[in-house]
């Protein structure tokens, strides 16, 4: 069993280490389940899939129209709505860092690993306090694809070497479960990565 343990620990540092030399430059569909007590009215309003867009240090989330474009080269997350108004929000990593609600933030490693859209995933519990309330959630990641420092601006996932494929997200009572279903190395064309012109552009400082 030991033995076992030690190939599966050796397997992940090669697949980290060889994967780091790469940058991923592709499509994560995810589908979204959701648990919890609401209405009809809200759960028709949670979406059931998004599509996440990787390039070169970038990452484009798209959950239903509502962007949120992560830039790890400017270090900036900018946030927008296509096909409702035009009006984009920038911050900065420290920015972001300085108004963080997220506290006592922990993510400890597992043994448990399991097959997410064809890569092998290995699990983190990750704990921390949100508004005096404490959160227990996990989320199983990739070290094979390689997105740079683009999530540098995201409490949890700038913490974990590799991409997430699995996680959880808990809004007012209700969980939300995000599974990759299809991962596509393609060519993203970079315009995808910028806000449409066009935008009004805000900025924490104005």
């Known amino acids: 069993m030991k033995i076992r343990f030690l190939g599966l620990f050796f397997w992940m540092l090669l ?9 991923f430059s592709g499509k994560i569909e995810y589908e979204i ?12 309003a949670i979406p059931e ?14 959950l239903m129209g ?15 709505v296509e096909g409702g108004k035009r009006v984009a929000i920038v911050q900065t990593s420290a920015e972001i860092l300085q108004n963080e609600k997220i506290k006592q933030l922990t993510i ?14 290995q699990k ?6 949100l508004n005096q309330e404490e959160v ?25 070497n590799g991409f997430p494929l699995e996680y959880e997200m808990y809004m007012k009572g209700v969980r939300l479960l995000f599974s990759a279903v299809k991962v596509q190395e393609e060519k993203v064309d970079k315009r995808l990565f910028s806000i449409p012109k066009g935008y009004e552009v805000y900025r924490n400082n104005q």
């Open 124 to 129: 983190k519990v990750v704990k921390y306090f």
């Open 49 to 62: 899939k998004m599509t996440v867009l990787v390039r070169n240090g970038m990452i484009r989330e798209d």
């Open 66 to 80: 509502q962007i949120a474009l992560y830039n790890g080269i400017e270090k900036t997350l900018s946030l927008f």
């Open 136 to 160: 227990v959630q996990s989320l199983y990641y990739t070290p094979e694809i390689n997105a740079g420092n683009a999530y540098q601006m995201h409490a949890v996932f700038r913490n974990i």
């Open 15 to 23: 697949v980290e280490i060889l994967a780091a030399q790469k940058s």
């Open 33 to 44: 389940m959701m648990e919890g007590d609401v209405s009809p009215i809200v759960a028709s």
């Open 108 to 121: 400890d490693s597992t043994s448990e690993t399991k097959i997410i859209a064809g890569y092998v995933c």
